[in-house]
């Protein structure tokens, strides 16, 4: 089973929901890249669970560096990390051995590992596993920085409420504005609405899907490949291993096939310093899988948290038969709110790769 992407930077994901703990190992990163803890730490405080819309379980995800750093600097050796898990109640998913719950892996893992399979919080397909995919991209994030690259993203819609998306040119200040906020978007308004309607949902025992917008700026034009090895195919490999991803799209996306090329095309134009670029952004920074110099920008479509309290139809594996699954346990109405640091941390992971190649 493959965890594992990049090309000069290898990212390895370990571990399952209820193990002992899960992990990452990073081998391929600069040697002698200062990592300020107290900045990762907040970071993967944005991705652990708190307040009325995310899942009660607890766990403190505090990494411990088993080698790679030597006295808070990368030393050119893999570097790995792990988050021991301390707050698993694993009897909340015994039946689940025998009843796969619908949308989720759980049939899947039966059917390619048979009884072995550990479906215990969802195993290695749990959402848990962004914490320690979280540890290596906000280590990427320091290191893309002091390299005047910056990436940020936001909530842009859940349960039918849409934020408002990034302006053309965003900043890192917009980047460091909604990475200071509970609830991870542009408009607090707006974000007001997509809060009730979340919880409108978990009081109905239900769910809802979300949409994470993400941008990268500084990145220099010229950096990926065409055909296989571009941009967004690098991209959308390391965004789709996110729990729950259904979709991405790039720039104007799906939307401009409902556009003429008159209306979709990205007219060049000079800057203040002559430096070419363009007047909008509808090819999302990328032409022929090559980035332009504008921001890279993409969207990640999460589906809604398949473990809902709502009765629902599935099948007895041992007994052959349909039957009624109720789902106890904890679980978030809306996996997408804490999956924002998460789509930050693959696109800082997959520009440091793509940097790497021109170093």
Known sequence: MSSEFGKNLKVTVFGQSHGRAVGVVVDGLPAGEAVDEEELFAFLARRRPGGTLTTPRQEEDVPVFLSG???????????????????ARSQDYENLKDVPRPSHADYAAF????????????????????????????IAKQILARRGVFAGAHLLEAGGERDVPFPLLPGREVFEKIASKPFPVIDDGRGAAMQAAISRAAQEGDSVGGIVECAAVGI???????MF????????????????VKGVEFGAGFASARKRGSENNDPFTLDESGNIVTDKNDCGGVLGGITTGMPLVFRAAFKPTPSIAKPQKSVSLSEG???????????????????????????????????????
């Open 69 to 87: 750093l030597v006295n808070g600097r990368t030393c050119g050796a893999p570097l790995c990390a792990v988050i021991e898990n301390g707050d």
């Open 229 to 244: 090895d571009g941009v967004e195919n690098r991209v959308a490999q390391a965004v789709f291993g996110i729990p729950a």
């Open 220 to 226: 220099p034009a010229g950096l990926g490949a065409p």
């Open 321 to 359: 038969r349909a039957v009624e699954l109720v789902i106890s346990g904890r679980h978030d109405p809306c996996v997408a709110v804490r999956a924002v640091p998460a789509v930050e941390a693959v696109a800082a992971l997959v520009i440091l790769d793509l940097l790497l190649e021109v170093r």
């Open 111 to 138: 059917a390619k590992w048979g009884k072995a399979a550990d479906l215990r919080g969802g195993g290695h397909f749990s959402g848990r596993l962004t914490a320690p995919l979280c540890i290596a991209g906000g």
